[in-house]
Every structure is written in C-alpha cells, then in structure tokens.
C-alpha cells in the first residue's frame, strides 16, 4: 500500500487529526469514509437493569444517556461482535452521576471520558444499575460509531498570479480545509479561512489537485484516529476478498 499511496499529517494529535491521502480516487476516498462510520466495530452499552433508579428521569431516558456514553475499545482480537462486558454505576445524591462513576468488569473496556454527565442526583434520590456493553457497528446503531467527525475535501492548489489593480480592493475569497502552496500544505485555518488575507494585493487561482484528498477525522475515544482509520481500510479488505472469493466459486 506504501508504494501506492502517500499518506502525510497535516495536524495530528489522538482523537483529532487532519491527513492528506494522495493516489486514492473519489470511489476510494468515500469508501473509507463510510468505512469509518458505518463498518469498524466499537462497545457500547446495550442493556440496562436499573436497581434503584428514584431520580427525575425514566428508567428509558437513563438507558439512552448510558448507551450514548463512549466506551474504550479493546484492541483486535480481544472480543467478537457480540461478546459482553458489564458495567455498573451506583450513586446517591447530592451529587451529579458521571461517566466516570462506571465501573467495569474489564480493564480493556472503559468510559472514554470521565466527566460526561449522566443525571443531576438531588438529596435523597440514588442511581443504581447494571449494564450490558457489545461489540456492534455503526451501520446498526450510530451509538457504535467511533468517528463523530469523518469527512474530507480534495486539496487545492493555490497561486498567486499577478498584482491587482492599483486602488482596488480585494474581494473576499473563503476556502476551508487545506491548501498546497509551493509544495507545501497550508491549513487556511492560519489565515482565517480567507485567501486575501494569505495574498493581499495579489489575484489567486485556485485548483482541485487530482486523485487528493484532505481528511478530516474526529473519534470519541473508543480509539485513536490511527487506528480508526486502519481499522476502516481492513474492513473494505477483508469485503473486497470476500468478494474475490464469490466471484471465484
């Protein structure tokens, strides 16, 4: 794959990045992105068994927050689509329950955030349960989506062609995303996403670069965008062999 594609960071970091891929088609580069959102496998809370629940909310209303609360996913080949770990939450008001109040009966499985408010406890009122997280896909609830934010946009190529008019001002020109500037990649949030802040005084052209494509990729940390995007590109693999093999009998 290395000697077919060229893969470079433009903003990195674990749950948020910006990548340009080039050598991809557009066919390709949507693949991937419903990949991303629809086929990598991610736990999520499923079933819940209240104990105690003498809050303000509906036991159904409590499950939904639970089942919206993102999980750590453990590495491949750890669990199998459907395989179960229990959760269980167990606070008494005053106090507000958090995410973070869940404890797991796996270390690999884990509330990939502390600090997400669950419900508002009064004095008095207690929240007791127990949860049920699987393995699942996006495509069958978006509660297993680990990509919030997966999109991309072709990179451009920007020029400066020539001076503008003395006296004239000029227009504003917005492009957001990425751009190539003598061979180098730009992020237009540097200059506010408008090119005559970039050029001042000078006339632009702007460009799609063929067969190149800017993404954009954001997880709730089940896991890093690293692996969300590996995890995404074995799956159109593993259902492209499939095929072949079809294909073959």
Not at 47 to 56: I, L
């Amino acid at each position: 794959m290395s000697a077919e594609y060229d893969v470079e960071f433009v903003e990195r970091e674990e749950r948020d990045a910006r990548f340009l891929v080039q050598g991809i088609t557009p066919a390709f580069a949507n693949g991937i992105r419903r990949a991303m959102l629809a086929d990598v496998p991610t736990m999520a809370i499923d079933t819940v068994r209240f104990v105690e629940n003498s809050s303000v909310m509906f036991d159904e209303q409590l499950a939904l927050r639970l089942g919206l609360v993102p999980l750590t996913t453990p590495p491949v080949g750890e669990f199998v689509e459907d395989d179960t770990v229990t959760l269980s939450i167990d606070v008494e008001g005053p106090a507000t329950a958090y995410s973070g109040d869940l404890v797991s009966s796996d270390d690999l499985v884990q509330p990939a955030d502390e600090n997400v408010p669950i419900i508002d406890l009064k004095d008095g009122q207690r929240l007791e349960a127990e949860a049920d997280a699987v393995l699942d896909r996006g495509k069958d609830h978006a509660k297993h989506q680990g990509g919030v934010a997966v999109g991309y946009r072709h990179l451009q190529r920007v020029a400066a062609v020539e001076d503008l008019p003395e006296f004239e001002d000029p227009d504003r020109r917005i492009v957001r995303g990425v751009i190539e500037e003598d061979g180098e990649l730009v992020p237009t949030s540097e200059f506010d996403h408008d090119l005559s802040n970039r050029y001042p005084g000078k006339e632009v052209t702007l460009e799609d670069v063929p067969n190149s494509f800017v993404f954009h990729v954001e997880t709730d940390g089940s896991f890093s965008v690293e692996e969300l995007v590996t995890r995404a590109a074995d799956t159109i693999e593993s259902r492209a062999t499939e095929l072949e093999n079809a294909v073959q009998l």
